[in-house]
């Protein structure tokens, strides 16, 4: 790939995810579209490639969505557990 396609490609990813970042998200995704489309015109085999796996990509992502998931609720209830025993021993502590 020649120098400038990849400053193009790389330049639109960024711009574009800065822009979904600060809540321009319709601009982000077509500036973000339009450097994937350009990679896309360079590489289209390995974009075939991509699209023929994608249903077994969201069901990965699916699968770590969820473990991720459930690690954050055991966290929460740990949080919320100590929490309520901290406060149990600082009012044991001063006898409140």
Known sequence: MENWKKVAVFGALGVGAFLFATR???AGLAV?????????SEYPEK???????AP??????????AA?????????????RRGTAAIHDIREGYGV
């Open 47 to 53: 974009f075939e490639e991509v699209w023929d796996n």
């Open 68 to 80: 991720l998931s459930r690690i954050t609720e055991k966290l929460a209830e740990e949080a919320e």
């Open 24 to 26: 321009r998200r319709p």
């Open 32 to 40: 973000a579209a339009g450097g994937l489309a350009l990679l896309a």
């Open 56 to 65: 077994e990509y969201v069901n990965k992502g699916v699968q770590i969505w």
